[in-house]
């Protein structure tokens, strides 16, 4: 628990609702919000359970990584199942999992991140995917 006497980073003070807004951009498919939340230069590595993925700007992670390779043109995200963003040390964990459908049927995707925040966007990132994990539901 935090008290006024042991205030909170600046930069968890500003991860405060990324959560939400990256989770409502990513479902949204809103390439401009996701975009808006990092610095013009991105220190990125990811692990999805096919590939591994680097990236350095803000639009190759938004328009070739997540929007244009992780979530198809199909896969629709019905919904946002948890999002929440905890501190570590000076880093943020940002956690969330989505409700996904797609012509092949209903899937959880969960992702887990590691980020570092400068002037209160996201500079630095590490991210690892579940997967698509079928529901059972179609």
Do not use: K
């Amino acid at each position: 628990m935090r008290t006024e006497d042991h205030p909170a980073p600046a930069s968890q003070a500003a991860a405060g609702d990324l959560a939400a807004r990256f989770t409502g951009a990513l479902a949204a498919r809103d390439a401009s919000g996701l975009l808006a939340l990092f610095g013009s230069e991105v220190d990125f590595r990811a692990l999805t359970p096919g590939r591994v993925w680097e990236a350095s700007t803000p639009a190759v992670i938004v328009h070739d990584v997540i929007l244009g390779a992780w979530f198809e043109p199909a896969d629709v995200i019905e919904r946002v199942e948890s999002a929440e963003t905890v501190p570590v040390a000076s880093r943020t964990r940002l956690s969330y999992r989505l409700r996904v459908t797609n012509p092949g049927g209903s899937y959880t995707v969960e992702q887990q991140a590691y980020l570092q925040l400068t002037g209160g966007r996201i500079t630095w990132l590490r991210l690892v995917c579940s997967g698509f994990i079928p529901t059972g539901n179609t």
